[in-house]
Each structure stands twice: as C-alpha cells, then as structure tokens.
C-alpha cells in the first residue's frame, strides 16, 4: 500500500465510482476493499436521490450514518466500515478537505472476551477437515498467519532450510518472517508437490500466469509465470480475475475454506 502522504496523481476516470476504483488501485487496497467502498458510496448516493457527492455535506453523510445505525441496525463494524469509506471517497477521490468529516462520531464497539479454543477443542475441529485444507488449518494454527495471509503465500516463501515463512505486506503493509512448524515441513513439501503440478499444466496450456502484487505485473510481465511466485495454495479450477479481466489461476477462495 502506498504511503498516505505521497502525493496523489490526477484521475482519469469519468464516473464517480470508477474515480474511486481508480483511486483504491493506484494506492493498492484489496479487492475487497474496493467492494466495500464502493458499495458504501454507491448506497450514499442513492440514498440521497443520486446527487453527485460533492454537494453534500457533513448533515447529509450524518443523516446516511443515522440510518444505517438506527434503520438498518447494522452492526458497530459495518457502521465504521461505511464511515471509512467516505472518509476515504472525499479525502481521496473528492481531495476535499473537510474537517467535519473527521469529527463525526464513531460508534465504540462493545468490549467482548475473545473466543481461546483448547488444544482438544482444535484437535476436534481439525478432525472435521481433510487434505489442503486440514493443512492451511494447521498452518494458521501454528504459526498466527490471518487467513488471508495464508492463502497469499507464494512458493518462494516457504523457506525449508531455515525454517521460515515469509507473509507479505502483513498487518500495517509490512513483510515479516514466522518460523515454519516442523511437523508441517513434510505436509508443505507434498503441498508443493500438487502446485507444481497445477503449475506445469498451466504452462503446457499457455494458461495466463498468477497475479502479481502491486505493480510487478507491469515490469515484469513474465515473471507471473515462473514457478516461486506461484501460489502455494491454489484453486484447482481457473476463474475471471474480477479487476483485470484475465482468466487465470488464482489462491484458493477464503470462503472456501470458511
């Protein structure tokens, strides 16, 4: 993700939504992001009759808040989530400065004991799952990888001669190192094993290569095709790439394993 105070380049896009597709872009967010964003200023605008956003102000953005809390009833996540988006659309896309936006209020979370599982209870929850997706459980278990940072991982990030995982632009966009469980090294290898093969099918079908983060794709556009960045963890069917359009193949699905 690019820094906040890099200066921001000039649209080029037409429409609203796509200004603000272009913007989530260029500063790398993730997909799903784009998606929540935009459906939070899709529903923003409608909400007020489909007026273009830079004539409202801070009592129309607290009016759509009110209702999503008080209508709606969503939930204190959902309701930071929509305010975030327009704190990103008119900051942003708008390049507005509006010091209003900041001082609307944020609804606090209610303070909940987080869930700790016993090493029974996960024994008994990995009793229920099979093959890759026995093992991603494992690997999140043993080493603290968020799903989505174990679904990202890359061949070449899986360091068998010192014990290392490698998880890419993380928590706050920063790369850190985990040591890789042992008991899972020959699990990992066999894993492997799959991809590549996966992998090789791909390129004997002249199959487009993985997606690359951030702007690699552009300066290397081959490189999308070599083995040590394809996923670890990949589908074993080809599906649209929802920016780009490319049909490729990509990590296994999140809800997949949810």
């Known amino acids: 993700m690019k820094t906040a105070t890099a200066p921001l380049p000039p649209l080029r896009s037409v429409k609203v939504l796509d200004q603000l597709r272009e913007r989530i872009r260029y500063l790398h967010y993730s997909l799903r992001t784009e998606q929540a964003y935009v459906h ?6 409608r909400f007020h009759g489909v007026r273009h956003p830079a004539t409202l102000g801070s009592s129309e953005v607290e009016a759509f808040l009110s209702w999503l809390a008080n209508e709606r009833k969503v939930s204190v996540s959902t309701h930071r989530q929509a305010l975030a988006a327009l704190l990103f659309f008119y900051g942003k896309v708008l390049c507005t400065d509006l010091p209003w ?46 799903i989505s940072e174990g679904l990202q991982l890359r061949v070449k990030d899986l360091d068998f001669d010192h014990g ?20 899972l090294a020959p699990s990992l290898r066999e894993q492997l094993s799959r991809a590549r093969a996966w992998w090789l099918k791909d390129q004997a079908e002249g199959r487009s290569g993985v997606a690359l ?9 081959r490189a999308g095709h070599s083995w040590p960045w394809f996923w ?19 990590h296994m699905y999140d809800q997949t394993f949810q």
Do not use: C, N
Not at 116 to 126: F, K, N
Not at 166 to 171: D, L, Q, S
Not at 232 to 248: L, Y
């Open 40 to 45: 939070w200023v899709r529903a923003f605008i």
């Open 101 to 146: 936006l900041q001082e609307i209020g944020r609804p606090r979370p209610s303070r909940r004991l987080p869930v700790v599982l016993t090493p029974d209870e996960v024994v008994r929850i990995l009793g229920f799952l099979e093959g890759e997706h026995r093992l991603f459980a494992q690997l999140l278990y043993g080493t603290g990888m968020r």
């Open 164 to 183: 290392t995982i490698i998880v890419r632009e993380g928590k706050g966009s920063k790369d850190r190192a985990l040591m890789l469980p042992e008991s």
């Open 213 to 221: 983060p951030d702007a690699l794709e552009r300066k290397y556009p």
């Open 232 to 250: 670890v963890f990949a589908q074993h069917t080809h599906s649209t790439d929802p920016r780009s359009g490319v049909v490729r193949r990509h």
